[in-house]
């Protein structure tokens, strides 16, 4: 694989290299650039030590949801084989939206960086810090559209197989979440 200097990734799939645990990650960006700063997160993700990436969406434009006065967001899921923990993980993930200047003024706010840890497999848990799988993963298009993309095998507890999951949302109220694929 080669990096370019614009923060771009040329192949879809991007490391066979594998570590003890697969995760994925959800990505979202609606200020200073968006598409640069969700690009440069998956270069931020491939450089996180015992981290590869392994596999990254397309780009989805998606209209913000809860604070509507606020630009769309690009968002994408990343799949990643690490031997860091969930908390190491997610520590990590947090650092890199501080790294990007992101900055929680209120619940929903716009953001140049967000990075969710969606689902460590074979862990479940719930904790003041973390909650595994991600709760609320399943009500957003935005996640679900990309994570079918990348994951089409996928089975989350509780729902099942993420394509037939993102086959009966784009059925109902989460349809009219006004995502949009980039091409």
Do not use: W
């Not at 604070?67 to 899921?77: E, K, L, M, R």
Request: glycine letters at 4%; hydrophobic letters at 45%.
């Amino acid at each position: 694989m080669q990096e370019s200097n614009d923060a771009t990734l040329d192949d879809k799939t991007l490391s066979r290299k594998s570590f003890a645990h697969t995760a994925f990650v959800a990505l979202g960006s609606n200020l200073q650039d968006p598409v640069l700063q969700v690009k440069k997160a998956f270069l931020a993700l491939k450089n996180l030590p015992q981290t590869n990436l392994i596999k990254t969406s397309s780009l989805y434009c998606t209209a913000p949801i809860g604070y509507q006065s606020q630009p769309d967001f690009i968002n994408a899921v990343v799949q990643i084989s690490t031997d860091l923990s969930p908390f190491d993980l997610l520590d990590a993930l947090l650092n890199i939206e501080l790294l990007a200047g992101r900055d929680r003024p209120f619940a929903n706010a716009p953001r140049v960086l967000d990075c969710d840890l969606l689902i460590y497999v074979g862990v479940t848990m719930n904790t003041v810090k973390l909650t595994l799988p991600h709760s609320r993963m399943c009500e957003r298009a935005f996640v679900l559209l990309p994570l079918a993309e990348i994951a089409p095998d996928l089975c989350l507890e509780k729902h099942g197989n993420v394509v037939k999951l993102k086959d009966l949302i784009q059925n109902s109220a989460v349809q009219n979440q006004g995502i949009k694929k980039l091409a």
